[in-house]
């Protein structure tokens, strides 16, 4: 009969991911997971596997949480809340972009950059994870359109792409150093430029 771990495997995670997220996996060595988990290397290695095995681990969990707080504020529902779930996700990126104070960025967006090219797992899992995203942004761009609080001639798939494209970019320009306060503008604007319904008499609607 297998023994119980001895152990807070969602505790020994989380101290793996900032481990992980302080010094990138490569310049991270079991040694530094055992020692800031309290874990012997032997035991990281019967409940998880090698380095590689617990990165993909960790690094699955955080797209899965990245996913879910979309999902959270990108909930569907009244096609006419639509347009104020879409400002509600841009603005909230916005502002989690200002408060990363350390200018850690987010582990996703350096994981991708230091490992996508050579880990087919790592590139597999992020392609997903826009994937996804993209298509909460679509469904809340869609609605928006059958609301008529965005041009329902313009394509969602692209839409989403661009909404997409800016709060994750936002992430990176706000670990470069750019203020909370031209990160909000950013949000602002990139909600502005999404085109807007034309009226019968040749003017624009308001989004």
């Not at 999902?71 to 972009?97: F, H, I, K, T």
């Not at 350096?110 to 993209?134: C, N, Y």
């Not at 992430?171 to 150093?177: L, M, P, Q, R, S």
Request: proline content about 3%; aromatic content about 4%.
């Amino acid at each position: 009969m297998a023994r119980p771990r001895a152990f807070d495997e969602r505790q020994v995670l989380e101290r793996a991911r900032e481990q992980f997220w302080a010094t990138g996996f490569a310049g991270t060595r079991m040694d530094d997971i055992a020692r800031v988990t309290g874990l012997g290397k032997g035991s990281l290695y019967g409940a998880f596997g090698d380095k590689g095995k617990l990165f993909h681990r960790v690094f699955g969990d955080w797209c899965a949480a990245v996913v879910e707080v979309a999902e959270g504020v990108l909930s569907g529902g009244p096609d006419a809340e639509a347009m104020g779930r879409l400002s509600a996700y841009v603005r909230l990126m916005a502002e989690n972009a200002a408060s990363d104070a350390e200018r850690r960025g987010c582990l996703l967006a350096k994981s991708v950059a230091e490992l996508a090219g050579q880990d087919p797992v790592v590139a597999a899992r992020s392609a997903g994870t826009m994937t996804a995203l993209q298509a909460l942004l679509r469904r809340e761009i869609a609605a928006a359109q059958r609301h008529g609080d965005i041009d329902g001639a313009a394509d969602p798939d692209e839409l989403a792409a661009l909404l997409l494209t800016v709060v994750r970019g936002l992430e990176a320009v706000g670990k470069a150093g750019l203020d909370p306060r031209t990160l909000s503008r950013v949000a602002d604007t990139a909600l502005a430029v999404l085109p807007r319904p034309t009226s019968a008499n040749g003017d624009s609607g308001t989004v």
